[in-house]
């Protein structure tokens, strides 16, 4: 799914697909970060991808006026289980503002799910302007 948009950006769509286990219940925040470095307790992968030096934003934003690593949250279920706090967490996110190559591209970066809910850029303080207020980073790859 391709197409070229003249004198704007391409509309090709991404599909990121996952699971994961032993999240705790609850959405998180779940961004494309600079580097694909994991080393230092995910510290390495630098900051949110951002590309045009934008505040921190939503997939529904026009670009490029949010982060090319925003790209929302996940959300993790309460487990049925008595025996487990959420059950697994199973996503497809699609996304048409990044790419795999090029200056939005996120080959060699890190995707990485954050502790707490991404609020999209819509709180009123500058973590929320930055980050999204999502928290510490708690899975990556």
């Given amino acids: 799914m391709f197409q070229a948009v003249p004198g704007g950006f391409s509309t090709a ?23 694909g470095d994991l080393s ?18 939503g997939q529904d934003d026009p670009p490029p006026s949010t982060h090319v690593g925003d790209l929302g949250n996940i959300m993790t279920p309460v487990s049925p289980s008595l025996y487990f706090a959420s059950g697994p967490t199973t996503f497809v996110i699609h996304d048409s503002f990044v790419t795999f190559t090029g200056n939005r591209g996120i080959v060699e970066r890190a995707i990485v799910v954050h502790e707490k809910k991404d609020d999209l ?14 928290g510490a980073r708690i899975a990556c790859g």
Avoid: C, K, M
């Fill in 13 to 35: 769509v991404i599909a990121f697909a996952g699971a994961s286990t032993g999240l705790l219940p609850g959405d998180h925040g779940f961004h494309v970060h600079e580097f």
């Fill in 121 to 134: 850029g819509r709180g009123r303080d500058a973590e929320s302007r930055r980050t999204g207020n999502a």
């Fill in 40 to 57: 230092n307790r995910r510290l390495g992968a630098g900051l949110q991808y951002n590309l045009f030096i934008s505040p921190h934003g």
